[in-house]
């Protein structure tokens, strides 16, 4: 399909000539900017609904601020589509979240007009903060220092953070701009008191008390659909200079595209469609994926015992239980963009008699760690953790990859930390953390679909801490860990060509290790080479640490420990991005030669 026809945009080369356009020019240019938005999008996939409900916002705030001397500051970063547009990234565009592309999120090292980078939510009214205060305080910063503007979702604003941020600014009085997109949470449907209370605010049943009472001027609510409104707010907002000031911004998430508008989610994400008709071109695969995976066993052993539980924070569809809560809706919970609360709140129900399983992604996880180790860890309380998007997941890049879990779990007192080498190995991690109940477990799996096991109706659950060979050679062995799994056993078929036979292991377990499984490896081979989908600390450290306390490592055998690299991983494919690593079977099988013949 063409691109769309874009006149005014078209002679715009930056945010400059967006306040230099006569007001009754802004609604014309909304419009080119949202055609073009979609037009982009359907190319490459990504967060379509939440840019498309701020598109007129994103006009009216480059028209009334001077970027990048003012800043900008996006939540999360996932509605900032248009944002990019403007600031002299339109024809970059195309390559939006590819690898060598545009970041899907802001991104300091992108643009000046990205004063802060942010992948998750809740981040913008703390910096912002920081911003305004290092202006106070005379620091040089990139751009210059004007009027800062936090632009933050009313979900996002359910966090902790975000009220932490609130009450200091508050307190401190400074300038800053605060604009609260209430858009009925986006994600997931609406929940909780401050959803509630935004709605009676916007129906003038109730007054603006509460942001008055943490120090913030009012203003609205605000159709974020009409640029005229939008503007005039704005401009008032931006005269205050006595404090904060919150504008209340209403909008409709997916607006001005009917299949985005007509989506229970206002179009979240998307993978490439069809601008019209909003169909996927790509057929979805038939197989389950692993969160669907997760959700239908989870179901089966709630069936089993009504003392099981499901918590998870804004990603009851993301994690596949939406099947569990219209199963079971008074055993589901979701607690909102709030994964501390989700984590402690799952260790009272656990300290309560049932059995929680808090289901979330593993980059989201490392949200609430203080939370796991204090209140869960420490008390030796048996939470389970469904560690979704575990490893790289793709186009959303550094900020989402679940590369830091075995680490930041495995290394605390009394956890037991698995790792789901395929869709039937899940089923049994399930059933195990079910039937789990002395002290915190965890188990984690990838995002997408696995290489087809089959499936039990009665999945049994695995002997705590053992491991499993699934293939016996001579002189090396691979023990991995999680889902690489079926690359690993794809190199060790392309070695047998250079006569290379290596055992093949499945360590299930990153805490408690199967030292027999250990000892036997160590026993029979000259090598011993660990793979697992994460950073350095983890699984390999724990063997290695374990090997060298018994004395293993005193007769020679050859320890390697392949994790991902010591980086933070940008945005592609997640093929792409792991062949890059190695991880792919074409680079085990390279690293095993390198080993052998070495």
């Known amino acids: 399909m063409p691109p769309p026809d874009t006149p005014l945009l078209d002679r715009l080369d930056g945010p400059q000539d967006v306040r230099r356009l006569a007001p009754g020019d802004l609604g014309r240019l909304a419009d080119e900017v949202r055609r073009d938005m979609i037009h982009a999008v359907s190319k490459t996939g990504g967060h379509l609904g939440a840019g498309l409900g701020v598109v007129e916002l994103t006009v009216a705030l480059h028209h009334v601020f001077e970027t990048p001397r003012d800043k900008i500051v996006w939540d999360v970063g996932h509605q900032a589509y248009p944002h990019k547009i403007l600031t002299g990234r339109r024809a970059a565009m195309a390559g939006l979240r590819q690898q060598g592309g545009l970041s899907g999120f802001t991104n300091r090292s992108e643009s000046l007009h990205d004063p802060f980078g942010a992948g998750h939510s809740s981040t913008s009214v703390s910096a912002a903060l920081g911003l305004a205060l290092a202006r106070d305080l005379g620091a040089d910063c990139p751009g210059g220092h004007g009027h800062v503007v936090a632009v933050i979702g009313d ?33 997931a449907a609406p929940t909780g008191a401050l959803s509630d209370y935004l709605t009676r605010l916007r129906r003038g049943q109730v007054g603006p008390d509460w942001f008055s009472a943490l120090g913030c001027r009012y203003l609205g609510p605000v159709d974020g659909h009409d640029i005229g409104a939008l503007v005039s707010s704005l401009q008032d907002a931006r005269a205050v200079q006595d404090g904060p000031v919150l504008v209340h911004v209403t909008t409709v998430k997916g607006k001005g595209h009917p299949p985005s508008e007509s989506r229970a989610d206002g179009g979240h994400a998307t993978a490439p469609f069809d601008p019209d008709t909003g169909a996927p071109v790509k057929a979805k695969s038939n197989s389950p994926s692993y969160s669907k995976v997760f959700a239908q066993s989870l179901i089966a052993e709630a069936e089993r015992d009504p003392k099981l539980c499901a918590v998870t924070a804004a990603m009851t569809d993301g994690t596949a239980l ?23 709140f799952s260790a009272g129900l656990a300290a309560g008699g049932m059995k929680p399983f808090c289901a979330i992604y593993s980059t989201f996880l490392q949200r609430g760690y203080d939370q796991v180790v204090h209140d869960v860890a420490v008390q030796g309380l048996p939470v389970r953790f469904a560690i979704d998007r575990a490893g790289l997941v793709g186009a959303d890049g550094a900020t989402h990859a679940g590369s830091f879990d075995i680490a930041y779990l495995a290394n605390l007192p009394g956890f037991t930390v698995m790792a789901a080498a395929d869709e039937a190995e899940l089923q049994r991690m399930v059933a195990t953390a079910a039937r789990h109940d002395e002290g915190p477990i965890a188990f984690r799996y990838p995002r997408g679909t696995g290489p087809e096991a089959a499936l039990s109706d009665t999945a049994a659950p695995l002997p705590l801490g053992k491991g499993r060979i699934l293939r016996n050679g001579t ?25 290379i036979l290596p055992t093949v292991a499945d360590a299930r377990f990153a805490k408690p290790l199967d030292h027999a499984l250990l000892a036997g490896l160590v026993r029979d081979h000259e090598i011993l080479l660990t793979i697992e989908e994460g950073a350095v600390g983890g699984f390999g450290s724990h063997v290695m640490a374990h090997l060298a306390e018994t004395g293993a490592l005193d007769g020679g055998i050859r320890l390697r420990c392949m994790t991902l690299p010591d980086r933070f991983i ?15 079977a074409s680079g085990i099988a390279a690293r095993v030669r390198r080993l052998v013949s070495g």
Not at 165 to 170: D, P, Q, W, Y
Not at 478 to 495: C, H, Q
């Open 155 to 187: 979900g996002a604003m359910s966090a902790g953070l975000a009220f932490e941020a609130l009450n200091n600014a508050g307190a401190l009085g400074t300038p800053l701009i605060i604009v609260l997109n209430d858009n009925d949470l986006s994600i």
């Open 322 to 344: 939406t099947a569990f809560e219209a199963r079971f809706p008074e055993r589901c919970f979701d607690v909102g963009i709030a994964e501390q609360h989700a984590v402690t």
């Open 475 to 499: 002189q090396i062995a691979i023990l991995s860990f999680g889902a690489r799994l079926a690359e690993v056993m794809r190199a060790a078929d392309m070695l047998k060509e250079d006569g």
């Open 570 to 584: 940008a945005q592609g494919s997640p093929d792409d991005l792991y062949a890059q690593a190695g991880f792919d």
